[in-house]
């Protein structure tokens, strides 16, 4: 096998994982500004962590006592 070949490879293959890297992440990009239900759950979920929270709070405040 030939110097040549082996660099021809990697470049092939590199191209390919940037070109993956690029196609997700924009993937992922267009559905954070385009998808609304998006906005929503994340709403959701702060909510539920403030629940959370406030319940971990009280139950470490009931084991100090």
Do not use: C, H
């Not at 293959?13 to 385009?34: P, Q």
């Not at 906005?39 to 709070?57: E, F, K, P, T, W």
């Amino acid at each position: 096998m030939s110097t040549t070949t082996t660099n021809n490879t990697v470049i092939v293959r590199n191209y390919i994982i940037i070109a993956a890297t690029i196609m997700f992440a924009s993937m992922g990009l267009t559905d954070t500004f385009f998808a609304p239900t998006r906005a929503g759950q994340q709403n959701r979920l702060d909510n539920y962590g403030q629940v959370v929270s406030a319940g971990m709070v009280a139950y470490s405040q009931k084991l100090g006592r």
